[in-house]
């Protein structure tokens, strides 16, 4: 008698994105549905891909040390800091809807306030990206040139009220992600600011392996899935739910140079 394989466990793709929008409990019926259809194109059992979503660092890193986490999704500023200690693989990236996969970060300050990075120092940074310093100083504004150890780094998605304060005279800069960038224009004190600097393109978010947790071949069968899964309608609507357009190949060059540039950073 032959004995019957043993269950293939449930895995879980876990996106985590700090200061982003929504909550775990508000995204949940989005993540459901974007598991279904990944899980389908992939060709998985009903209900072995799960999928969560943490709008905090803490959060996201909680669950992502849990033994049926197989998967990532984070922004890379999120990537670089905690790559290492996670064992994050990159194996694909996200098109954020409207977007593209890489794109730059775009320093916003009063108009005429700062002339060069020099500047920097007693200036408060405020940013999406603010929760990883190193992220800000290294790879962010670090083509800007050597950035002075009095700047502050302040973590908040409410980027409105500091480009107000920076609008008004405030010693404050304020660091855009794209979508944020596309949107200066349209403030009505738009005049009072001015782009400063804007990094190369960067890439925005990163689809993980987490370790050895999936096998090599079950892990590439989903990738491959992931990467195509707007061709189907289902797919389509369920990347919408997560406000995505499609996955694309992992750029390695890209991200190495990102890695590379955080690394000479200082703490």
């Known amino acids: 008698m032959v004995a019957a394989a043993p269950p293939v466990r449930a895995a879980t793709l876990v996106v985590c994105a700090p200061g982003y929008p929504g909550s775990t409990a508000e995204a949940q019926p989005a993540m459901d549905a974007f598991a279904a259809a990944a899980g389908k194109a992939a060709g998985w059992p009903v209900g072995q891909l799960g999928a969560v979503y943490f709008e905090t660092e803490e959060g996201g890193l909680g669950r992502l040390v849990q033994d049926d986490t197989v998967l990532a999704l984070v922004p890379l500023p999120f990537f670089l800091a905690h790559a290492d200690r996670l064992k994050l693989a990159p194996r694909a990236q996200a098109v954020v809807a409207g977007g593209e996969p890489a794109e730059p970060w775009t320093l916003v300050a009063a108009t005429g306030s700062l002339a060069s990075a020099d500047g920097l120092a007693g200036f408060e940074i405020v940013s999406l990206a603010g929760y990883v310093p190193r992220f800000v100083s290294g790879p962010a504004?670090?083509?800007?040139?050597?950035?002075?150890?009095?700047?502050?780094?302040?973590?908040?998605?409410?980027?409105?009220?500091?480009?107000?304060?920076?609008?008004?005279?405030?010693?404050?800069?304020?660091?855009?992600?794209?979508?944020?960038?596309?949107?200066?224009?349209?403030?009505?004190?738009?005049?009072?600011?001015?782009?400063?600097?804007?990094?190369?393109?960067?890439?925005?978010?990163?689809?993980?392996?987490?370790?050895?947790?999936?096998?090599?071949?079950?892990?590439?069968?989903?990738?491959?899935?992931?990467?195509?899964?707007?061709?189907?309608?289902?797919?389509?609507?369920?990347?919408?739910?997560?406000?995505?357009?499609?996955?694309?190949?992992?750029?390695?060059?890209?991200?190495?140079?990102a890695r590379t540039a955080f690394a000479r950073t200082r703490p």
Request: overall charge neutral.
């Open 141 to 257: 504004l670090g083509g800007w040139g050597e950035i002075p150890p009095g700047m502050r780094v302040t973590f908040s998605g409410a980027v409105l009220s500091a480009l107000r304060r920076a609008a008004a005279g405030e010693a404050v800069a304020v660091l855009l992600d794209g979508p944020q960038a596309q949107a200066l224009a349209r403030l009505p004190f738009a005049a009072k600011l001015e782009v400063v600097y804007r990094s190369a393109p960067l890439p925005v978010s990163v689809l993980c392996a987490v370790g050895s947790r999936l096998p090599a071949a079950r892990a590439d069968g989903l990738v491959k899935a992931l990467v195509s899964l707007g061709d189907s309608p289902q797919g389509a609507e369920a990347l919408a739910g997560l406000r995505l357009d499609r996955f694309v190949p992992a750029d390695g060059a890209a991200l190495e140079a």
